[in-house]
Every structure is written in structure tokens, then in C-alpha cells.
């Protein structure tokens, strides 16, 4: 038994799997350690070694590595824009064997023992495996689908 869905590859689908992927991610916290390592350190450059070029710039990259934290969502999305697959179709495939995705660009497979975890979100299903994290959304798939996905990741 296969069951198959295709979804586009747009903005908005982006925006939620960012949305609903951060919560169960590593980069859900800013690195506070790294920021205290780099403003001490510049501290020290400029009144520890009197050196006032290296002071600022490590703490000038503290105050990036906050931006870059401030900007993460919006960055990802456009780094996800830029690519190639960006606006191409994608087509899912559930059967036996495990999930398979394809588009003009790329193909993968996903078999149901490498999945270690399923995470029910508001808008969709994250499926855990060893190598990261796989988004699907629920607008995308009927109930049927969510049905067989519960049925194999149980087994």
C-alpha cells in the first residue's frame, strides 16, 4: 500500500517548519556561553593588554552573534528561497518500505526503523532520526496518511 501527497516548496511552508521545527532544535537558545566567553575576552584584550582593536572586535562579535540569533527565522527562510529547490513541487510516497521524497532537484528516503521519534505539533508532524529532523505539515496530509504514519512508527 503507497500513499502519495505533493506539496510546493514556497514561503509559507518555510515559515511553518521553521515555526514548528525551533522548539525541539539546539539552536532554540542563544549561545550565552559563547557571548560571555567573547565579551570577557574583548574586556580583557582592552584593559588586560591594552589593546583596544582586539577588545572591540571580539566584543563587536558578540554583538553579531547576537544579531545573528535576533535574525535566524528570517535568515534561514531566505537562505531556503535562494535555493534551488525553492518553489519546486515535492512529492511524498508512504508505503512499506518507509517515506520517500523527490523533486526535480533531490531525492531521499527515510525508512520507518530509522525514525526514532515522531513529534505531533500544532501544524504538523517532526520526524526524528539520527541524522536531524524531518518536517511534514498537516495541511498536506489527509487523515488516512496520518493513520499509517502512527501505524509504522508503532511497530
Known amino acids: 500500500m503507497a500513499l502519495t501527497t505533493t506539496y510546493t516548496l514556497d514561503k509559507p511552508y518555510f515559515y511553518e517548519c521553521f515555526d514548528e521545527s525551533l522548539p525541539y532544535?539546539?539552536?532554540?537558545k542563544p549561545k550565552y556561553f559563547l557571548l560571555v566567553l567573547l565579551?570577557?575576552?574583548g574586556l580583557f584584550g582592552?584593559?588586560?593588554l591594552n589593546d583596544h582593536y582586539l577588545g572591540s572586535f571580539l566584543i563587536m562579535l558578540g554583538?553579531?552573534?547576537?544579531?545573528?540569533?535576533?535574525?535566524?527565522?528570517?535568515?534561514?527562510?531566505?537562505?531556503q528561497m535562494l535555493s534551488r529547490a525553492s518553489g519546486s513541487e515535492v512529492t511524498l510516497t508512504f508505503d512499506d518500505d518507509g517515506i520517500k521524497s523527490a523533486n526535480h532537484?533531490?531525492?531521499?528516503?527515510l525508512a520507518w526503523q530509522d525514525?526514532?521519534?515522531v513529534i505531533d505539533t500544532?501544524?504538523?508532524?517532526?520526524?526524528?532520526?539520527k541524522s536531524g529532523m524531518q518536517y511534514i505539515s498537516?495541511?498536506?496530509?489527509?487523515?488516512?496518511?496520518l493513520d499509517f504514519i502512527s501505524k509504522k512508527t508503532t511497530q
Do not use: D, H, M
Not at 65 to 78: G, I, K, L
Not at 138 to 145: A, R
Open 105 to 109: 532537484y533531490k531525492n531521499y528516503q
Open 138 to 145: 498537516k495541511q498536506i496530509l489527509s487523515s488516512e496518511i
Open 122 to 129: 500544532q501544524q504538523g508532524i517532526l520526524l526524528q532520526n
Open 46 to 48: 582592552i584593559y588586560g
Open 63 to 79: 554583538v553579531l552573534e547576537c544579531v545573528a540569533f535576533y535574525y535566524r527565522r528570517p535568515w534561514w527562510v531566505t537562505r
Open 39 to 41: 565579551v570577557a575576552l
Open 115 to 117: 525514525i526514532n521519534t
Open 25 to 28: 532544535s539546539k539552536r532554540a
